[in-house]
């Protein structure tokens, strides 16, 4: 809440007042880290730190118990390995001035020493609770004998040069997030390990490398437009635009249907957070469909692949991290964003019509006129939000991070007056699932930042520029291969850890071969939301089962024409560069 007050206020004294805050983004610099160091230990008090669990779901309980508790005890042996560092970094950091707050950067940096003290705690904690002696005594002698012979055999390990980086960044990073370790842990421990095995570089670099990925003021954005897609939910905001859509095409054969495509389209516009678009949605629309004889399975189906077609469209978390990532202009991405999803949407649309062309529907009466133009009137205040957000950053009124603050202070201001539907005891739940979604997120870019340094410290980055720029087919040929590369990466990795990893190291090579770089941005984008959504292994399929309380495996059948159709629209966004820099150009 402070954050949306102080960057709110950021805007009015800057674009009102004229007079700048210019201490403004370094305090909310300062409690920035404190905001995601601190998100990431109600993530772990929460078990809600991202992960896979595809493969452990179905193991025997007492085969499961023994693996979590391994998990739990390679997640203490990360922690322990960083948390001297971390302490040390608050040290060298403290004779640091800030410019403009002149006080000590130690208060900032100290964020990161004490949230991994308390997951320290925490984790602890929940070993003593849940664990059996036997479980752990196997699991902590694993991990101990893994540490001393890494110790013992650094020479020879060392001696084999690039297959280290196969070792600890192929097999063990694969083999953690398959036992189910948070993605952040396998990140984390697998760097940790590869630099103390066979680099002399000190643990230091590892926590000022988290601290700069984690640290960056345009990541700020991704807190804010969380919070922002949950109060349109709680708000009514959501539901009334979802109605004005069933009144106007809810009476057509798979009515509902488009509605869903249409509302996904619509929110994604506003929050940002897949979880949130597919949470606001899905029950305001699910009950309805079924009484009009949908299928559960199909209904998950579309929506999954439904937050697989809007992962560009503005505010994405994924386009805000890439822009930071990477360099390319936010407003640029968020200006190319649009016309992508609409081919996927339509893409989408072509399969819902074919499924219900001969479906029977004589039961749904066609809004009246009168009813139409009733529900857009009322929600005419939600439908402005996403033209709201996007007329302050084109016209420079906030920044990219700021942005978000304004679109929190119009969603408290139009759904206290017009829709009046929001219950104050929500909001303290609402702002702790924030916190814990995004320390989630951003501890997963700090360990992916410290990840990709030292693959670039490796040579690995050069090696593979080179192999990459070589590839057959030129500019079509490297965009190909990106694209399946970016859907596989989407289905293990999630967005934005693949996007951290691999768009430093791939965008160079798409600009020395012309490729615009919001063209590039789109297929890499597109191609991951693709692999997010996407059983056996994306993540993002299992969120909508869980969300529409579906089982996944009657879904699973379901979801693959939507998906098909999606590729040929990333065949689409492939092939012609327009339908991501057409509005570039018009602008």
């Given at each position: 809440?402070?954050?949306?007050v102080?960057l709110?206020?950021?805007?009015?004294?800057?674009?009102?007042?004229?007079?700048?805050?210019?201490?403004?983004?370094?305090?909310?610099?300062?409690?920035?880290?404190?905001?995601?160091?601190?998100?990431?230990?109600?993530?772990?008090?929460?078990n809600?730190?991202?992960?896979?669990t595809?493969?452990?779901?179905?193991l025997?309980?007492?085969?499961?118990?023994?693996?979590?508790?391994?998990?739990?005890?390679?997640?203490?042996?990360f922690?322990v390995?960083?948390?001297?560092?971390?302490?040390?970094?608050?040290?060298?950091?403290?004779?640091?001035?800030?410019a403009?707050?002149?006080?000590?950067?130690?208060?900032?940096?100290?964020?990161?020493?004490?949230?991994?003290s308390?997951?320290?705690?925490?984790?602890?904690a929940?070993?003593?609770?849940?664990?059996?002696?036997?479980?752990?005594?196997?699991?902590?002698?694993?991990?101990?004998?893994?540490?001393?012979?890494?110790?013992?055999?650094?020479?020879?390990?060392?001696?084999?040069?690039?297959?280290?980086?196969?070792?600890?960044?192929?097999v063990?990073?694969?083999?953690?997030?398959?036992?189910?370790?948070?993605?952040m842990?396998?990140?984390?421990?697998?760097?940790?390990?590869?630099?103390?095995?066979?680099t002399?570089?000190?643990?230091?670099?590892?926590?000022?490398?988290?601290?700069?990925?984690?640290?960056?003021?345009?990541?700020l954005?991704?807190?804010?437009?969380?919070?922002?897609?949950?109060?349109?939910?709680?708000?009514?905001?959501?539901?009334?635009?979802?109605?004005?859509?069933?009144?106007?095409?809810?009476?057509f054969?798979?009515?509902?249907?488009?509605?869903?495509?249409?509302?996904?389209?619509?929110?994604?516009?506003?929050?940002?957070?897949?979880?949130?678009?597919?949470?606001?949605?899905?029950?305001?629309?699910?009950p309805?469909?079924?009484?009009?004889?949908?299928?559960?399975?199909?209904?998950?189906?579309m929506?999954?692949?439904?937050?697989?077609?809007?992962?560009?469209?503005?505010?994405?978390?994924?386009?805000?991290?890439?822009?930071?990532?990477?360099?390319?202009?936010?407003?640029?991405?968020?200006?190319?964003?649009?016309?992508?999803a609409?081919?996927?949407?339509?893409?989408?649309?072509?399969?819902?019509?074919?499924?219900?062309?001969?479906?029977?529907?004589?039961?749904?009466?066609?809004?009246?006129?009168?009813?139409?133009?009733?529900?857009?009137?009322?929600?005419?205040?939600?439908?402005?939000l996403?033209?709201?957000?996007?007329?302050?950053?084109?016209?420079?009124?906030?920044?990219a991070?700021?942005?978000?603050?304004?679109?929190?202070?119009?969603?408290?201001?139009?759904?206290?007056?017009?829709?009046?539907?929001?219950?104050?005891?929500?909001?303290y739940?609402i702002?702790?699932?924030?916190?814990?979604?995004?320390?989630?997120?951003?501890?997963?870019?700090?360990?992916?930042?410290?990840?990709?340094?030292?693959?670039?410290?490796?040579?690995?980055?050069?090696?593979?520029?080179?192999?990459?720029?070589?590839?057959?087919?030129?500019?079509?040929?490297?965009?190909?291969?990106?694209?399946?590369?970016?859907?596989?990466?989407?289905?293990?990795?999630?967005?934005?850890?693949?996007?951290?990893?691999?768009?430093p190291?791939?965008?160079?090579?798409?600009?020395?071969?012309?490729?615009?770089?919001?063209h590039?941005?789109?297929?890499?984008?597109?191609?991951?939301?693709l692999?997010?959504?996407?059983?056996?292994?994306g993540v993002?399929?299992?969120?909508?089962?869980?969300?529409?309380?579906?089982?996944?495996?009657?879904?699973?059948?379901?979801?693959?024409?939507?998906?098909?159709?999606?590729?040929?629209?990333?065949?689409?966004?492939?092939?012609?560069p327009?339908?991501?820099t057409?509005?570039?150009?018009?602008?």
């Amino acid at each position: 809440m402070a954050e949306v007050v102080l960057l709110f206020a950021n805007v009015f004294y800057r674009y009102v007042l004229h007079d700048p805050l210019i201490w403004g983004d370094e305090l909310a610099t300062l409690l920035f880290i404190w905001l995601a160091m601190l998100g990431t230990v109600i993530a772990l008090r929460r078990n809600e730190h991202m992960r896979l669990t595809t493969f452990i779901a179905h193991l025997r309980p007492a085969r499961r118990a023994f693996i979590d508790t391994f998990g739990a005890v390679v997640v203490i042996a990360f922690i322990v390995a960083l948390l001297s560092p971390a302490w040390e970094y608050v040290s060298e950091e403290w004779a640091i001035t800030s410019a403009a707050l002149e006080i000590s950067n130690g208060y900032r940096v100290a964020a990161l020493a004490v949230g991994l003290s308390l997951m320290l705690a925490i984790s602890i904690a929940r070993l003593m609770e849940q664990a059996r002696p036997l479980h752990f005594v196997i699991s902590a002698a694993v991990v101990g004998g893994i540490a001393l012979a890494l110790m013992t055999f650094k020479v020879a390990m060392t001696a084999l040069g690039n297959w280290n980086l196969v070792i600890f960044f192929v097999v063990a990073v694969v083999f953690m997030v398959v036992i189910g370790v948070p993605i952040m842990v396998a990140f984390g421990l697998s760097t940790v390990a590869y630099l103390s095995t066979v680099t002399l570089t000190p643990m230091l670099i590892v926590i000022g490398r988290i601290d700069e990925g984690m640290s960056s003021l345009i990541l700020l954005a991704i807190p804010l437009f969380v919070f922002l897609g949950a109060l349109i939910e709680a708000m009514g905001m959501a539901q009334a635009m979802i109605r004005f859509l069933a009144s106007l095409i809810g009476h057509f054969k798979g009515g509902l249907s488009y509605v869903l495509i249409g509302a996904i389209y619509l929110v994604s516009g506003i929050s940002g957070s897949k979880a949130a678009d597919m949470a606001a949605v899905a029950p305001a629309l699910f009950p309805e469909m079924k009484k009009r004889g949908e299928d559960e399975n199909e209904l998950v189906a579309m929506l999954s692949a439904s937050g697989a077609m809007s992962e560009t469209i503005p505010p994405s978390l994924v386009l805000i991290t890439i822009g930071s990532v990477t360099g390319v202009s936010i407003s640029a991405l968020f200006t190319g964003g649009f016309l992508p999803a609409v081919v996927g949407a339509l893409a989408m649309i072509a399969v819902i019509w074919f499924k219900n062309r001969k479906r029977e529907l004589k039961e749904v009466a066609r809004a009246q006129p009168r009813e139409v133009g009733k529900a857009f009137l009322v929600a005419l205040p939600a439908l402005a939000l996403p033209f709201v957000i996007r007329a302050a950053v084109v016209e420079g009124i906030a920044t990219a991070t700021e942005v978000a603050s304004v679109g929190v202070a119009y969603t408290f201001v139009v759904g206290l007056l017009f829709y009046r539907s929001f219950k104050w005891n929500r909001l303290y739940p609402i702002i702790v699932s924030t916190a814990s979604l995004s320390g989630a997120i951003l501890i997963i870019i700090g360990c992916a930042t410290a990840m990709a340094w030292a693959l670039t410290q490796s040579g690995f980055s050069r090696q593979l520029v080179l192999l990459m720029a070589a590839a057959p087919g030129g500019a079509l040929g490297f965009l190909l291969i990106s694209a399946a590369a970016f859907v596989l990466l989407g289905s293990f990795l999630e967005g934005i850890p693949a996007i951290v990893l691999f768009g430093p190291l791939l965008f160079p090579v798409a600009r020395s071969l012309g490729i615009n770089d919001v063209h590039y941005a789109m297929v890499a984008i597109f191609a991951m939301g693709l692999g997010l959504f996407a059983p056996p292994f994306g993540v993002g399929f299992y969120a909508a089962c869980a969300i529409a309380k579906v089982d996944p495996d009657g879904a699973m059948k379901r979801v693959w024409p939507y998906l098909g159709a999606l590729a040929v629209a990333l065949l689409v966004l492939v092939a012609v560069p327009w339908v991501s820099t057409g509005f570039l150009s018009a602008n």
